[in-house]
C-alpha cells in the first residue's frame, strides 16, 4: 500500500506537471499581442510627430528666415587730432559714457593763439588799406572834376584867342601859348580819367567788408580761430568711449587718431543670411531677435532696412577668383541692416559686435524685392 500510495502520489504530479505543459502557449500569445499594440503606439506618435512638424513647417517655419550670423554694429565716429601739438589733458577713459559736446581732449592752444593774433592784426591792416583804396578813389574823383574844369576853361580860352587872331587882335605867339596850354588840360584830364579808373578797379567790391582782400583776410583769421577751437578736443556725437590712445605729453599730427566714439543707443544689427535665404525678404518686415548677451529672456524688435550691395567675399581684401579651376562652390550670405526699436535699445543696451539671433517674418510681400525704400 506504501508503493501505490507513493505511485499515485507521483503519478498525480506528473499530472499537474503534464497540465502546466499544455497551458505554455497562451501567454506567448500574449506577449505577442502586447508587442504589436507597442509597435502600433510608436508608429502613432512617429505618424503625429511628423504630422506636427509638417504643420509646423506649413504654417509657420515657411513663413520666417532665421540666422544666428548676425552682430551689432554701429556708426562709430572716430576722434582724430584737427590740429598738431602736445597733448595736455586727457579727460576720458575707454568704457567711459560721454554726450556730444564734452571735452574729450586738450591740445597745447599756444601756437594757435599766437596765430589767431597775427591775423587778427592782418585783418586789422587789411581793413585800413582798403578803406584807404577808397579815399584815393575820391581824391581821383575830385581830381578829374579839377582838371574838367582847367580843360574846360582852356578851351574857352583857345577859342576866344583863335577867333581874334583872324582880326589880328591876338598875335601869333599868345595863340600858340593858349593852345598849348589847352593841350596840356585835354592831357591832364586823360590822366585823371585814368587814374580815377584805376582807384575803382582796386575798390570794386560792394563796400569795405566784402572786398576781396577784407575777405581774404577775414577767412584768415576765422581759419586760425578755428584751429584754436580744436585745440579743445570735443565728442560728435552720444556714446561709449573705445580705443582711447591719446596720453597726455603726447606729440599729435593732424589726422593721427586718438580715440572712437560708439554710438550704442544707434545700433543696428547686420544679419547675414544664406542666399536661398532671401527670395521673399523685403523693406519693412518685422524681426525678432535675441542676443547672446541676455539670452531668450530679452526679445528685440526690429524692421529690416535694406540688403547689402554684395556678398561678404565680393568685397573681401582678397576676393574669391571663381574663374580658377580649382572652384568650389560655397553658399554666400548677404548682410541684411536691420533697425532696432530705441526704446529697447535703451532699456537693455548692446555693444558693437555682439552676436545676435534674427528671425524675419517674411509674410507681407507688398515691398519690391531688393528693399527698396
Known amino acids: 500500500m506504501a508503493d501505490g500510495a507513493n ?13 502546466n505543459t499544455e497551458d505554455a502557449p497562451p501567454p506567448r500569445k500574449k506577449m505577442s499581442k502586447t508587442r504589436k499594440a507597442m509597435l502600433l503606439g ?12 509638417g504643420a509646423f513647417l506649413y504654417f509657420t517655419a515657411a513663413h520666417y528666415v532665421t540666422t544666428d550670423n548676425a552682430y551689432v554694429g554701429a556708426a ?10 602736445q597733448i595736455l589733458d586727457v579727460r576720458v577713459e575707454d568704457t567711459q559714457s560721454v554726450r556730444r559736446g564734452d571735452v574729450l581732449a586738450i591740445v597745447d592752444p599756444e601756437d594757435a593763439q599766437l596765430n589767431l593774433a597775427r591775423a587778427e592784426a592782418e585783418y586789422r591792416r587789411t581793413l585800413q588799406r582798403v578803406r584807404q583804396y577808397y579815399a584815393q578813389e575820391a581824391s581821383a574823383a575830385a581830381q578829374l572834376r579839377a582838371r574838367q574844369a582847367e580843360l574846360a576853361r582852356t578851351g574857352v580860352d583857345y577859342a576866344r584867342r583863335r577867333a581874334l587872331a583872324q ?14 596850354a589847352y593841350e596840356a588840360a585835354r592831357a591832364n584830364a586823360v590822366a585823371a580819367e585814368q587814374n580815377l579808373e584805376a582807384q ?27 584751429a584754436l577751437e580744436r585745440t579743445t578736443i570735443r565728442a560728435p556725437i552720444d556714446g561709449i568711449v573705445t580705443q582711447r590712445s591719446a596720453q597726455v605729453g603726447q606729440r599729435i599730427e593732424v ?44 526679445t528685440y524688435h526690429g524692421r529690416v532696412e535694406g540688403l547689402g550691395g554684395g ?5 573681401a581684401v582678397i576676393p574669391a577668383q571663381n ?21 529697447e535699445l535703451a532699456q537693455h543696451p548692446l555693444r558693437v559686435g555682439l552676436s545676435m539671433e534674427a528671425r524675419i517674418d517674411v509674410r507681407d510681400q507688398d515691398a519690391p524685392s531688393g528693399f527698396a525704400h
Open 7 to 19: 505511485f499515485t502520489f507521483i503519478e498525480s504530479e506528473s499530472v499537474e506537471g503534464g497540465g
Open 42 to 53: 510608436a508608429a502613432g506618435i512617429v505618424a503625429k510627430l511628423a504630422l506636427g512638424a
Open 76 to 85: 562709430t565716429a572716430q576722434i582724430n587730432a584737427q590740429v598738431s601739438g
Open 167 to 180: 582880326t589880328g587882335a591876338v598875335s601869333g605867339e599868345e595863340l600858340t601859348a593858349t593852345r598849348a
Open 200 to 226: 575803382r578797379a582796386l575798390t570794386r567790391g560792394g563796400g569795405v567788408e566784402n572786398h576781396p582782400e577784407v575777405a581774404s583776410a577775414r577767412a584768415s583769421m576765422q581759419t586760425a580761430h578755428l
Open 255 to 298: 589726422g593721427q587718431p586718438l580715440m572712437s566714439v560708439a554710438p550704442i543707443q544707434e545700433a543696428y544689427v547686420d544679419a547675414n543670411f544664406k542666399e536661398g535665404q532671401l527670395a521673399h525678404v523685403r523693406a519693412g518686415q518685422p524681426v525678432e531677435l535675441h542676443a547672446d548677451l541676455y539670452g531668450d529672456r530679452v
Open 311 to 315: 556678398t561678404g567675399s565680393a568685397f
Open 323 to 343: 574663374a580658377t579651376g580649382n572652384w568650389i562652390r560655397v553658399v554666400q550670405r548677404v548682410p541684411v541692416r536691420i533697425a532696432l526699436d530705441p526704446a
